[in-house]
């Protein structure tokens, strides 16, 4: 018998975290200097609440990934099995510019943020560690089964040709049934 390994970012719980722990995000953008504000843990404010460069921020407003498929294709996939949990999130352009400027990973316990390079190729991995990294199984890649590990998480993604967009973690096939890897 193979002894198993723990990384130090694997999750330890024996069941899944509850989806609602974290609370909603809502982002703002700066009309002048782009600067961004995430705000979590609070009803969606009003513009006037948050100022920057002497003028109210606006509030972005999340669109179904679908409906920018004219401009940006976007799609994801969880890899890494118990102990290097991530998630991958690819894009392809469209049209000729239409790249994302960053990308927030909404998870059980929080969020991360990266901004991308204008040089950056993709994909953009997302490195999970403890309970965000909650598996059921040790598949790489994951099957997209039933169980849907990552159901609750959202990425949201910015550009200036799409606006804000986001993407549900909630991939389902039937070809884990099959057992073809």
Not at 26 to 41: A, D, N, S
Not at 111 to 131: E, H, M, N
């Amino acid at each position: 018998m193979s002894e198993q390994i723990f990384s130090a970012r694997r999750c330890r719980d024996t069941r899944k975290p509850l989806a609602g722990q974290c609370p909603e995000v809502q982002f703002y953008r700066c009309p002048e200097c782009r600067t961004l504000f995430q705000i979590t843990g609070r009803q969606a404010m009003g513009p006037q609440a948050i100022t920057c460069c002497g003028n109210q921020v606006q509030g972005l407003k999340a669109t179904p990934a679908e409906t920018v498929a004219d401009r940006l294709l976007l799609s994801y996939q969880i890899t890494g099995g118990y102990n290097d949990n991530a998630v991958r999130v690819s894009w392809q352009s469209v049209i000729p510019g239409c790249t994302p400027e960053w990308m927030y990973l909404k998870t059980f316990t929080g969020g991360y943020l990266k901004y991308i390079a204008a040089a950056r190729q993709s994909p953009l991995v997302f490195a999970l560690a403890d309970t965000d990294a909650f598996a059921y199984c040790d598949e790489d890649p994951c099957l997209e089964c039933v169980f849907r590990c990552k159901r609750g998480f959202i990425i949201y993604v910015y550009s200036a040709q799409t606006g804000l967009v986001e993407i549900p973690l909630d991939k389902m096939t039937a070809h884990w049934q099959s057992g073809v890897k």
